[in-house]
């Protein structure tokens, strides 16, 4: 009896077995045809040789910002690289750059298709037409105007104050604090209530809870390199950002009819939020006022704080100069900020060396042609704005942070220099640069200098690593414990707060 049940099972896993090394098999024919009718149907940018079915899957493993750096050593600066059954086309040089995000902008400023992209339907993840057209233009000119920018100083000198003094309590008990965690908590709260409205009280928590989930997700998911696998959902990708979409719509909605009800009942509505502007514009759904929403706190996230932790990571492996510059009476405000040309260098030279979007995702929305290589349309395209503003043959030195190298210089990171590009270029180029610039800045300047930051006891700056964590953002991998106390100094006082430790 047994040994039949043996026999049984035996059978069943060897005609499974077969059944799967035929499918694989097949699968594999069937690729390699395909990519054979299109490599005949144009000429393809150069890359390393490939491997069954894979591709080139197996060069992302592994810190793959410098393997991808590394091939292009090899083959030039403009590769295209198998990624499960999907072509990618990543480029990596100033002049290849310019051509997709200025010269053929027009064609290139499309999205590819990707999983987390059925997350938004907002912006981020908006083909190029006529609905993307509008968005951007609400978003420049109601939320992310120099007008609104302005008037939310008031709120973000607040909240920096108001980080400053957490991390104060726990440095007056000798108590060193990530300096990751504190600063993560900022902009996602700056942010959402800018978007949403101070006071929208414990709606905006359940939404800044959703958001840190969303953060924290995977970016990279097979089911993007082959397409098939999405049927399946073996690794429960699909149901879970699905899960997270109607977790988030559940909130806004909530939100939303507060705030629709207020308009009918209150007088204190006011029409100057950006929700209600958003409300207000007829050409939107419900849906895509929500998921808009979710793409301006997502941008303006984890770019700031993760600049802000890089810049404060590299000023302690090096000197900082700010005290020189500002002085040590008063605390710094935003006024102060476009005569400090060296905290500003400073900004620059961390965006350049760790630019937090290490990748602008474009797509063709027509065939063209690249360097004379021909480029299919929807054909996936990277722009790798990490390897471009490392590129030892335009910046000596390259991996040297030194802010010295924006002082006096006609370069700057705004998108019209493509040797460095942070916020990217063209019609896809960040909408939030200047409240992010504006932002890193006044954190970084008021961090130096109203803070005593130093290590904990026992390592120096030799100890302040470098590591990176690829994820929707380039972050720190290492925490960043720091012991942040006051300054013996009144500026405190003189700024009107009330100071622990005193
Ligand atoms: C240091 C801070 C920031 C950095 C380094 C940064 C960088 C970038 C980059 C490189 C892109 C992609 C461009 C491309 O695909 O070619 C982008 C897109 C975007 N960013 Fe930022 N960003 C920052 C701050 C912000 C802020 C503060 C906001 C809003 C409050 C924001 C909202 C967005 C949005 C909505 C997009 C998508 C634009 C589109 O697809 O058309 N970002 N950002």
Redo the contacts with the bound molecule.
Sequence with gaps: MGETNIEGLFAVFKSWFVQTVAAVGFLYVVLKVCRRVRQKSGRRPPGPPSLPLIGHLHHLVFGFSHTLAKIAEKYGAIICLDLGTVPVVLVSSQDMAREI?KIQDHIFAS?PKTLLGDLGKG????PLNDH?RLV?KV?TTQ??SQQRIDSLKEMRRESLLKTMWIAFEEGHKIRCINLIDIMREM?MSI?TR?VIRKGAGAHNQDCIKIMIEVTSSEVFFLEDFFPWLKLLDLSGHIKRLKMLGEKYSDIMESIIDNRLKEKTNSKSYNEEEFLDVLLTTSDFTRNQVKYLIL??IL??TN??SD?TVWAITELLRHQSELDDVIGKERLVEEADLQQLEYPQAVVKET?RLH???VF???CPMEATKVAGYDIPANTRMI?D?YAISRDPKVWENCLEFDPSRFLNSPIDVKGQHYEV?????????????N???L??TYNLAQLVHACSITLPEGLTHLDVDVEEEFGLTLARWNPLNLLITRRPSDVYHKAGLNVIGQ
Aim: hydrophobic share 40%; glycine share 12%.
């Design positions: 995000l999205r912006l981020v993840f908006s993307f951007r978003c939320l992310l902009p942010t800018m793409d301006i941008g303006g770019t700031n600049t965006l630019p937090t979007v602008g995702a474009h722009v704005l590009l942070p916020f990217s270029s063209g019609r896809r180029k960040c909408p939030g640069m409240l992010g610039l932002s890193v």
